[in-house]
T-cell receptor, first 111, second 112 residues
């Protein structure tokens, strides 16, 4: 357990509303990641961060933004949620040996 | 962009059968390779990893994987599976920019 929590764990929202998911880590890791997991696609990288206020896009970043104002928190925002963003979202940190440790996930449903 | 291919989407085995799951990646540079397992309703957990050195790496729960550079492959193996190995398995690559790329996963169903 790498001390990663995600909130909320479940959320149902309506199309067009903004949504923010939070990832919190307790072990001061530099790299943090947001993924979405969908059947048949595995995990796809949305955005990642390599330090406070340092972020970069992943392969499926459209419609998502991130912020990292503190080492321990990495926020993912859906500016205007769409049904195609219904998914399970996982946060991860990169350990000292390049392995990733994942949070418990957030199940988001956009109706 | 890099890609990771897992050719077996769904594998069904009986207990004690041997397992081999294929993984191929496209990245031509130095890579770090991983296999993760996801049990139903849980998050991904690291099974094993390869960075350099001996191309045959051993992980937890009796799993091992072989890195074959010439084939861009990193196949996962287990000599004798158990019912408790029923899960989804993901191969992943980390490139020089600390970006991770995951395969689409292989669902393993082990029948008792």
């Amino acid at each position: 357990d790498a001390g990663i929590t995600q909130s909320p764990r479940h959320k149902v929202t309506e199309t067009g509303t903004p949504v923010t998911l939070r990832c919190h880590q307790t072990e001061n890791h530099r790299y943090m990641y947001w993924y979405r997991q969908d059947p048949g696609h595995g995990l796809r990288l949305i955005h990642y961060s390599y330090g406070v206020k340092d972020t970069d896009k992943g392969e499926v970043s459209d419609g998502y933004s991130v912020s990292r104002s503190k080492t321990e928190d990495f926020l993912l925002t859906l500016e205007s949620a769409t049904s195609s963003q219904t998914s399970v979202y996982f946060c991860a940190i990169r350990g000292d040996s390049y392995e990733q440790y994942f949070g418990p996930g957030t199940r988001l449903t956009v109706t | 962009a890099q890609s990771v291919s897992q050719h077996n989407h769904h594998v069904i085995l009986s207990e004690a059968a041997s397992l081999e799951l294929g993984c191929n990646y496209s990245y031509g540079g130095t890579v770090n390779l991983f296999w993760y397992v996801q049990y139903p309703g849980q998050h991904l957990q690291l099974l094993l990893k390869y960075f350099s050195g001996d191309p045959l790496v051993k992980g937890i729960k009796g799993f091992e994987a072989e890195f074959i550079k010439s084939k861009f492959s990193f196949n996962l193996r287990k000599p004798s599976v158990q019912w408790s190995d029923t899960a989804e398995y993901f191969c992943a690559v980390c490139d020089n920019f600390n970006k991770f790329y995951f395969g689409s996963g292989t669902k393993l169903n082990v029948k008792p």
